[in-house]
T-cell receptor
Framework: AQSVSQHNHHVILSEAASLELGCNYS??????LFWYVQYPGQHLQLLLK??????LVKGIKGFEAEFIKSKFSFNLRKPSVQWSDTAEYFC????????????FGKGTHLIIQP | DTGVSQDPRHKITKRGQNVTFRCDPI?????LYWYRQTLGQGPEFLTY????????KSRLLSDRFSAERPKGSFSTLEIQRTEQGDSAMYLC???????????FGSGTRLTVV
């Protein structure tokens, strides 16, 4: 069975600080990796996804993530955060061709202070 | 709005009652998923359809839960004899196929009193 671990449940940063949110997964086979964001009062939105190819993936709103297979990790990064990045961030994984249900981490609540 | 629609947005029910939720996916998406999310947790996968066929069910989906997608378009999730532990946000997502991401709806928040 797959599992996803997000190391930080709450992160507080000041505007313009750099961000890195950790995500590790456990699964022995080929995986597909996702980061979703949930802004206050809104539905889950896809930030970026990795299926194959370049392990450095660029997403929307200046976010990127790097898949490191040897570390079973898919950390999310942003060089300079904004107040509008305040949200809940979820890492997720599925296997196979990418059609299976997603296994999500518990989420990281990010608060950006102006 | 061409996104995933869920109805109702909120449902309050008494313990023991049956409830049914509806999800309308993006029209060209043939895959439809149901998830449950409780406070402080990430969404948990419940079940998934490809067209009208239910292809996968989580062990979380007890006998009181049933999902249908009769014509391969909208889907319903029914919970029979609701319990307080069923209180959660029920999320629907759809996808056009392999190699694509999932689009989530806004969810139905169920409160069992």
């Amino acid at each position: 069975a797959q599992s996803v671990s997000q190391h930080n449940h709450h992160v507080i940063l000041s505007e313009a600080a750099s961000l890195e949110l950790g995500c590790n997964y456990s699964y022995g086979g080929t995986v597909n990796l996702f980061w979703y964001v949930q802004y206050p009062g809104q539905h889950l939105q896809l930030l970026l996804k990795y299926f194959s190819g370049d392990p450095l993936v660029k997403g929307i709103k200046g976010f990127e993530a790097e898949f490191i297979k040897s570390k079973f990790s898919f950390n999310l990064r942003k060089p300079s955060v904004q107040w509008s990045d305040t949200a809940e961030y979820f890492c997720a994984v599925n296997s196979g061709g990418g059609a299976d249900g997603l296994t999500f981490g518990k989420g990281t609540h990010l608060i950006i202070q102006p | 709005d061409t996104g995933v629609s869920q109805d109702p947005r909120h449902k309050i029910t008494k313990r023991g009652q049956n409830v049914t939720f509806r999800c309308d996916p993006i029209s060209e998406h043939n895959r439809l998923y149901w998830y449950r999310q409780t406070l402080g947790q990430g969404p948990e996968f419940l079940t998934y359809f490809q067209n009208e066929a239910q292809l996968e069910k989580s062990r979380l989906l007890s006998d009181r839960f049933s999902a249908e997608r009769p014509k391969g378009s909208f889907s319903t999730l029914e919970i029979q004899r609701t319990e307080q532990g069923d209180s959660a946000m029920y999320l629907c997502a759809s996808s056009p196929g392999q190699g694509e991401g999932y689009t989530f709806g806004s969810g139905t928040r169920l409160t069992v009193v």
